[in-house]
Every structure is written in C-alpha cells, then in structure tokens.
T-cell receptor
Framework: KNQVEQSPQSLIILEGKNCTLQ??????????LRWYKQDTGRGPVSLTI?????NTKSNGRYTATLDADTKQSSLHITASQLSDSASYIC?????????????FGSGTQLTVLP | ETGVTQTPRHLVMGMTNKKSLKCEQH?????MYWYKQSAKKPLELMFV???????ENNSVPSRFSPECPNSSHLFLHLHTLQPEDSALYLC?????????????FGPGTRLTVL
C-alpha cells in the first residue's frame, strides 16, 4: 500500500531559526515528489517538485532534498519568518502506464513565533 | 490569486438539505479535481475530471455528485449529508491529468453539516 509519512506532526520555532521537515514514503513506481505550503484558510500552493534524478532543489529560503534510495525527502526552511507559519504537505506521485496515483501526507503544522 | 475560485467559502447545511459547491478555473487547464480535507488527515482525492470526462472516482458515497459542464467549471452537488462529511472541500486544476503537473488549488469551501 502506498503511504506517505510526515514528521514532526507539529513544530514551533522562533523567527529567524532554521528547521527541517521530513517525509518518508513507500510509493511505487515513483514519479515525483512535491512539497506544498497551505496557509490557514487557503488551498495548498506548490513549493517544489522533485523527480527521481534530482537530489536538491531550492525555492528561495526553501530547500528540498530527495534520497530515492531510502525513499526520504526533507524540506529545510532557512531564516524562518512569521509568514512561514503554515501546514507543509508532502505529496508523492506514482505513474505506471495509464495509471496515476497521488498519495498525500498528513502535513506538518509549522508555527513561527516572534 | 491562484486562478481557481470556489463558492461559497462557508456553508452550513442540515442533513436533509441539497446544496452545490462551485469551482471555476481561469488557467486554461484540462483537468479538475475535488478533494476533501478533514482535520489532521491527508487530503482525500474524491473525483478527477479530464477534458470534462470523469477519470477517477475514489469510492465516494453517492450523496456526493460531481458535474463538469465544461473544462472551466466543476460542481459538487450535495444531498442528505452526514455530520462526518463536515470538512474543507478543495477544488484544484492542472494542465493535464498526468500526475506530474502542478495542481493549483482554490481556497476551499468550509462545510458544516448539522
């Protein structure tokens, strides 16, 4: 069964600090992995997409890593800001022929305090 | 502005009511999706439409009835819902239903069933 596990479930940090969110998956056959940011009261917004051959990808202060061998991804946030407070969702896509499946994690709720 | 709008933003209904959720995308995409988001649970994909044809129905109860009259509009008709159906219902669109395309989400409709 395809699964995506995210940790921690919630995280509180002070403004200006760095943090790392984890995503472990058991999805096959792997196609790509995305990180979404969901602000309270809004829909998710894509931060990064990573394919099998990519190890690291950055989007401003957000850096995602992917280890396809261990089936792990991380999202590192540098110099956190209050606006980073949100839920961060890991989504893994599996594609086999005409079959497609998206598996969502439960998200990590990040709170950045002043 | 994500280019995907949803109305209403909030809806309270009784179990015997009939209501509809509306989604509109202004991005020229070919695929549209309905998701259910419950507290502390992963997003649940309900329906997928590609070029106005339903391509996925993830064992959703018949009290939820989707309609896609054209590639820009998607509806979710609700009738005789249960209190456990209370959740945030998100609409999304993507260029095509290939699993690799970025999905753009609307802000969601917060549904409460009394």
């Amino acid at each position: 069964k395809n699964q995506v596990e995210q940790s921690p479930q919630s995280l509180i940090i002070l403004e200006g600090k760095n943090c790392t969110l984890q995503c472990n998956y058991t999805v096959s056959p792997f196609s790509n992995l995305r990180w979404y940011k969901q602000d309270t009261g809004r829909g998710p917004v894509s931060l990064t997409i990573m394919t099998f051959s990519e190890n690291t990808k950055s989007n401003g202060r957000y850096t995602a890593t992917l280890d396809a061998d261990t089936k792990q991804s991380s999202l590192h946030i540098t110099a956190s800001q209050l606006s980073d407070s949100a839920s961060y969702i890991c989504v893994v896509s599996a594609t086999s022929g005409s079959a497609r499946q998206l598996t969502f994690g439960s998200g990590t709720q990040l709170t950045v305090l002043p | 502005e994500t280019g995907v709008t949803q109305t209403p933003r909030h809806l309270v209904m009784g179990m015997t009511n009939k209501k509809s959720l509306k989604c509109e995308q202004h991005l020229g995409h070919n695929a549209m999706y309905w998701y259910k988001q419950s507290a502390k649970k992963p997003l649940e994909l309900m329906f997928v439409y590609s070029l106005e044809e339903r391509v996925e129905n993830n064992s959703v109860p018949s009290r939820f009835s989707p309609e896609c009259p054209n590639s820009s509009h998607l509806f979710l008709h609700l009738h005789t819902l249960q209190p456990e159906d209370s959740a945030l219902y998100l609409c999304a669109s993507s260029q095509d239903w290939w699993g690799t395309d970025t999905q753009y989400f609307g802000p969601g409709t917060r549904l409460t069933v009394l």
